[in-house]
Structures are given as C-alpha cells and as structure tokens.
C-alpha cells in the first residue's frame, strides 16, 4: 500500500507539471478512457471533452497555467483508491494580464489499470479568488 501511495502522489506530481508545461497528451496519460469530471455550473466532461478543452488552450497566444496541488488524504481499497486534495489554479491570459486564481476542493477517484494507477472520477469544487 505504501508503494500505492508514492505512485498515486507521483500521479499528482506529474498532472501538475505537465500542466505547467502544457504537455497535454501526458496529462490524458493520466486519465481513464471513461473518466468523468464534475465541475460545478458546467455539463460533466468527459475525456474527450477534457482533451478538446485542453488543446483549444494550448500553443502561442493563449493562457498559462500553474497551481499546487496539497493531497489531505488517500486511501487505497485494492485497485481502487480515493484523494482529496486542496487545489488552488492560476490562469494567466496571454500578454500579462492580470491573472485569474480559482481554488477549493477536489475528491477524486482513481482505479488501477494495467498495474498503473490513472483517475476515474474528479469532483473539482474550485471558486475564483478576488484578485488583490
């Protein structure tokens, strides 16, 4: 279980960065094919619909992304585990303008595929900070 868990906090580690870094196709290596995100006020997005998003932000021109992730909890049951974690998301629009931070909670569900533990389910419960 030990193991479980360094390989599930390496998964966050490496979402974040690859987010920073806008390597999306990782990021997507990090998914189930039948993920599900809930976000709060918005349709519930699929990976495809994940992917879509992602790559309408990516390349020149468009925003930058970065964030901590501080995971609070993770229990593992066999090849399913649960994590919660507070997650906080600053998005600068392209030029420098003033950038936009969201932070909250996210629960998170994640199964092991193929000996590889990858997220099944996300409840992302972020609000937008005041900018100061």
Do not use: Y
Request: cysteine-free.
């Amino acid at each position: 279980m030990q193991n479980d868990e360094q390989e599930i906090r390496q998964l966050v580690s490496t979402w974040m960065a690859a987010s920073k870094a806008g390597d999306i196709e990782t990021v997507l290596s990090l998914m189930a094919d039948d993920v599900v995100f809930l976000v709060p006020g918005q349709p519930v997005m699929s990976k495809a619909d994940f992917a879509a998003a992602a790559h309408a932000q990516s390349g020149e021109g468009t925003p930058q992304f970065d964030g901590t992730s501080e995971i609070q909890e993770i229990r593992i049951l066999g090849d399913w585990a649960f994590m919660w974690t507070k997650l906080t998301v600053v998005v600068t629009p392209p030029g420098g303008a003033q950038s936009m931070t969201r932070t909250g909670h996210t629960l998170s569900i994640l199964t092991k595929q193929s000996g590889k533990w990858v997220l099944a389910r996300d409840a992302n419960m972020l609000a937008s900070v005041p900018n100061k």
